[in-house]
């Protein structure tokens, strides 16, 4: 097994942490373009990652702040099913990446940065799209910036009305 080394987390580790959960106080957000927040459904929150791991990293979380996916209740699955899907969906058509990574890790153990609040990772990928910076420079490198990316999402997100 080969490590992989994430120096650039140690931003996001050793920040001082903000109070709440953002997955519950961001859609609350005045400003959602600076709470990164694209979409609110009634059951699910769709926003950018504050700390990506490539252009376009989008995390889909249920409104109801839980880390058991099974204490759902069935409206609230499948709203947060069908958000996961169009956002999937949405993100093919806005970016083109050639693949994409869709995950969720359960709890502390299984690497959950927000180990009290379930939710998944979109992230697109491209092929070619990991370079020498990460393992040189201990630095990623994402080619486009936070704000342009949600400018860019922003508009299809709203058009879900």
């Not at 400003?31 to 990652?49: E, F, G, K, S, Y």
């Not at 050639?98 to 379930?118: E, I, P, Q, R, S």
């Not at 070619?128 to 997100?157: K, Q, W």
Request: proline share 9%.
């Amino acid at each position: 097994m080969r490590p992989l080394w994430a120096p650039w987390r140690m931003a996001y580790i050793g920040a001082p942490k903000e109070p709440g959960c953002i997955f519950c106080t961001k859609p609350l957000a005045e400003d959602r373009r600076a709470a990164l927040v694209l979409a609110v459904t009634p059951h699910a929150v769709v926003m950018l990652n504050r700390y990506p791991y490539a252009n376009g990293h989008v995390m889909v979380a249920p409104r109801v702040h839980t880390a058991d996916l099974s204490a759902l209740d069935a409206a609230a699955h499948a709203d947060l099913s069908e958000t996961l899907r169009r956002a999937i969906r949405l993100m093919q058509d806005v970016f083109r990446p050639d693949g994409m990574n869709v995950g969720m890790n359960l709890g502390a153990a299984a690497g959950a940065g927000f180990a009290d609040h379930l939710h998944w990772h979109l992230v697109p990928r491209w092929v070619g799209d990991t370079n020498f910076m990460p393992l040189l420079a201990e630095t990623p490198c994402i080619p486009e910036h936070l704000e342009s990316v949600y400018d860019r999402l922003a508009p299809h997100f709203a058009a879900w009305g």
